[in-house]
Nanobody, 125 residues
């Protein structure tokens, strides 16, 4: 069983930067993929970025590629999402998830076994 705890969400102004953190406990996640998803009010939850904990392959949604960077710290069972050039449309609850998706379906939510409670990111114009 893996427990996930997100942190770092807050309110920022457009153009600003923010780093959110996902810490896993209960079991090592070295053999998994850890990903970030987000859900804005009135919208469905969507994939943001993912990283293989072994090897480090990364994937990004088109809407964040070039602005967001996902990274990992294996020794701490932790994944980070560095978000730069934030825009109001990035406002959402950001969720961390752990699973073993084939890399071609890394964005599919049903491929993930464990989810965190989310952290709120609000970007004002």
């Amino acid at each position: 069983q893996v427990q996930l705890e997100e942190s770092g969400g807050t309110a920022v102004q457009a153009g600003g930067s923010l780093r959110v953190t996902c810490a896993a406990s209960g079991s090592t996640v070295s053999g998994y993929t850890m990903s970030w998803f987000r859900q804005a009010p009135g919208n469905e939850r969507e994939f943001v970025a993912g990283i293989r904990m072994s090897g480090g392959n990364t994937a990004y949604a088109d809407s964040v590629r070039g602005r967001f960077t996902i990274s990992k710290e294996i020794a701490k069972n932790t994944v980070y999402l560095q978000m730069n050039s934030l825009q109001p449309e990035d406002t959402a609850i950001y969720y961390c998830a752990v699973g073993r998706p084939a890399w071609g379906v890394v964005s599919r939510q049903d491929m993930y076994y464990y989810w965190g409670q989310g952290t709120q990111v609000t970007v004002s114009s």
